[in-house]
């Protein structure tokens, strides 16, 4: 194999490529990228794949002169070590004995390559596949309003992931995420050809919005447990999770006794205030004291060092089953779920029933984002 490239290029590609790369390979050949060269259709083709036993990312550019056709495995972190101190075209030579030289102006550097043999470069074959199209930078707003939510408990893998329900006859898709204490919800449009729900991986989620942020009219193939998502110059396979994800339409509940409209960013900085004050033995625990006429008090105090701050709010309705107009939350949920809001809303309302059932927190003036936050539950008052 023997082509000139862009250095600047290739880094980027093998960079990409790289993000499927497990920081513990099961096998040595999952430490390099596979790196090939065809004319087989007329106009010479390079890909770079990354892969590991669960995630394959493969970048193609037709922006190369291939001398000869051919494939290596070439070891990922020495390549782009290299590849980042070189600059302008390269040439990049793989001979027989998988020894790649690579020369760019005066620089000349040589890595021992790994034969390609038993190592499957292609993506799997799809039958029956679920489809899906959607805009690329909704697929990215969902993701980013939902990662905060998913779970990091490994006994309920189902959990760590993005749950996508997808509804042929309505055309939307839900994002779901839920860790026990807080759940996300976000829909968008999506065209899909079957209703299946689906949960992708963490990490191949954020790969995959980030592959997509400012992109639309993209494509997603569902089948024998993975998605494969191919975007002009770039293709990512994932395998999906296994087992059932929580039954979650029954948590979305909009009837509440009590609303708070309140500013997101007033919300944002009372509650990182309070943070700071909060004490840890407490897991943070931040106040929302709804008795204060024209404005919510968020407080947190502990033995060295307290916070109150009063921000505007419209309140209507009162908490049940007490007299104290109070609830309590783990500071680091409530401005998790803020940030994940600011996108949304210049203002956000919280639906609220009782001290100990969750409070929702929407948008103010739209309905495609949802989310629940558990409170903590306080055997006296302070």
Do not use: W
Request: net charge negative; proline share 2%.
């Amino acid at each position: 194999m023997k082509f000139k490239i862009q250095a600047k290029e290739f880094a980027e590609m093998v960079a990409t490529a790289s993000q499927a790369i497990s920081g513990k390979p099961i096998v040595p050949a999952y430490e390099c990228v596979y790196v090939r060269v065809s004319s087989e259709t007329g106009s010479p083709i390079m890909t770079v794949l990354g892969k590991d036993a669960g995630l394959a990312i493969m970048k193609a550019t037709d922006r190369i002169v291939a001398m000869e056709d051919g494939e290596a495995l070439i070891p990922a972190k020495t390549l782009l070590a290299f590849l980042k101190l070189m600059d302008g075209e390269m040439t990049v030579d793989v001979d027989d004995h998988f020894k790649c030289q690579m020369i760019c102006g005066g620089k000349k550097t040589a890595i021992n390559c790994m034969d390609t043999e038993d190592y499957v470069s292609e993506f799997t074959v799809q039958k029956d596949a679920k489809t899906v199209r959607m805009s690329g930078n909704d697929f990215e707003r969902m993701v980013a309003a939902t990662l905060h939510c998913i779970s990091t408990d490994e006994s309920r893998i189902a959990l760590t992931g993005v749950h996508f329900a997808f509804d042929a006859e309505t055309g939307i898709c839900e994002a779901v995420t839920l860790d026990g204490f807080r759940v996300a919800l976000c829909h968008k449009s999506a065209e899909s050809n079957d209703t299946f729900e689906v949960t992708v991986p963490a990490v191949a989620a954020k790969l995959i919005a980030k592959t997509l942020k400012g992109r639309e009219d993209v494509s997603f193939r569902f089948g024998s447990g993975t998605l494969i998502m191919d975007d002009f110059d770039t293709s990512i396979e994932a395998s999906l999770l296994s087992g059932e994800f929580i039954a979650y339409k029954h948590l979305i509940n909009r009837d509440s006794k009590m609303q708070a409209r309140v500013n997101t960013q007033d919300f944002t900085e009372a509650t990182k205030l309070c943070r700071i004050a909060a004490d840890a033995a407490k897991k943070e625990l931040v106040l929302l004291n709804f008795e204060h006429d024209g404005a919510m008090r968020v407080t947190a105090n502990c033995q060295m060092s307290e916070a109150v701050i009063d921000i505007p709010c419209d309140t209507n309705g009162q908490m049940e089953n007490t007299d104290v107009q109070e609830i309590a939350f783990n500071g680091r949920y409530i401005e998790d779920a803020l940030k994940a809001s600011e996108e949304y809303a210049g203002e956000v309302t919280l639906l609220m029933n009782t001290t100990v059932s969750p409070m929702a927190i929407i948008p103010v003036d739209r309905d495609d984002y949802f989310q629940l936050v558990l409170p903590v539950r306080r055997l006296e008052r302070n």
